[in-house]
């Protein structure tokens, strides 16, 4: 535990060192694995999936803020989506648009979990999700989480039904039109998942904001609890499927995960728990303070001789 702890010390005086070059660094890694994962899976229109594309926009976007990489990924999707189907098109976009104002419009923080979500779902680990976002966000990070699941359900109909979204003969626009948003508002999965993801993020808010011990371990416990209860639920009463495999799996790594970012987030020693009172005019305050787990790193000194000064004079 001591090299642990000495370990994230010596991390957070390199970035607090490095801070403006390792956040470029981190958001052109964020953008370009955005854009080739688009690539990869929705890779429609020819001129987008060139190498160079993901390239020059993630480096475009290593100096940009988090919203206007959003805006950039999202207007980069529409261009892939155009490529196959003007209907689907036309429904992503007004769903990014009434996102963007209704939401963003006041609270543009969260702007990321648009583009992490789906790209959770991508690595096979989309439980950590929840309860990462519920451990450093709030409960309005619903929204962003759940936008983000239906993008990637989304994208994943466009991938599986492409020939038949190409084929103008088949139908008419109104019903093809129809059929899409029926297709997209109706996936009983998507749903089940957002219900999922949603009660996940409260149950962990909620807890890991209470001033029992090991609050945060209990949330990230409870809220994967929460999450498979309301898969479960959904498996029941709507027929629902999720691979098992795939699901402990994804429900191991991502309890990993957020146990990682626990220790370095949020790593305190509650055998050394003090409780304070006092008081003002006004008020009693009870006060209960936790220390952080921290240590300084050690100093190492290295002396060097010079080999010269050791040599024996010759006689």
């Given at each position: 535990m001591m090299s642990l702890l000495v370990f994230k010390e010596r991390l957070k005086e390199f970035y607090a060192k490095f801070d403006i070059y390792i956040t470029p660094v981190i958001k052109f890694v964020y953008s370009y694995l955005a854009f080739w994962l688009m690539n990869r899976n929705i890779g429609f229109m020819a001129k987008l999936?060139?190498?160079?594309?993901?390239?020059?926009l993630a480096l475009a976007c290593s100096f940009l803020p988090y919203s206007a990489i959003s805006f950039l990924a999202a207007a980069f999707m529409l261009a892939h989506l155009w490529a196959v189907s003007f209907e689907v098109t036309l429904v992503m976009a007004v769903f990014v648009l009434v996102v963007a104002l209704l939401y963003y419009g006041f609270h543009p923080g969260d702007s990321c979990l648009l583009i992490l979500t789906p790209i959770f779902?991508?690595?096979?680990?989309?439980?950590?999700?929840?309860?990462?976002?519920?451990l450093s966000g709030g409960m309005i990070s619903v929204i962003p989480v759940g936008c983000g699941i239906f993008i990637y359900y989304t994208l994943l109909y466009v991938k599986q039904n492409a020939?038949?979204?190409t084929n103008e003969i088949s139908a008419d626009m109104m019903q093809r039109f129809s059929q899409i948003v029926k297709s997209l508002f109706g996936n009983k999965l998507m749903l089940?998942?957002?219900?999922?993801?949603?009660?996940?993020?409260?149950?962990?808010?909620?807890?890991?904001?209470?001033?029992?011990?090991?609050?945060?371990?209990?949330?990230?416990?409870?809220?994967t609890i929460a999450q498979l209860v309301v898969i479960f639920i959904g498996d029941i009463t709507m027929d629902v499927s999720v691979p098992v495999s795939e699901l402990i799996i994804g429900v191991v790594v991502s309890l990993i995960l957020s146990g990682i970012y626990t220790f370095f987030v949020f790593a305190v020693d509650y055998s050394r728990?003090?409780?304070?009172?006092?008081?003002?005019?006004?008020?009693?305050?009870?006060?209960?303070?936790?220390?952080?787990?921290?240590?300084?790193?050690?100093?190492?000194?290295?002396?060097?001789?010079?080999?010269?000064?050791?040599?024996?004079?010759?006689?």
């Open positions: 999936t060139n190498p160079l594309v993901p390239l020059v779902f991508v690595l096979k680990i989309p439980y950590a999700i929840p309860l990462i976002v519920g020939g038949v979204l089940v998942l957002i219900a999922a993801f949603a009660a996940a993020i409260i149950v962990v808010f909620i807890l890991k904001n209470m001033s029992f011990d090991y609050s945060w371990i209990i949330a990230i416990v409870a809220g728990t003090e409780y304070v009172q006092f008081e003002d005019d006004d008020y009693y305050y009870y006060v209960k303070a936790v220390p952080k787990m921290t240590v300084s790193t050690p100093d190492v000194k290295v002396q060097k001789i010079n080999a010269r000064k050791l040599q024996r004079p010759q006689r």
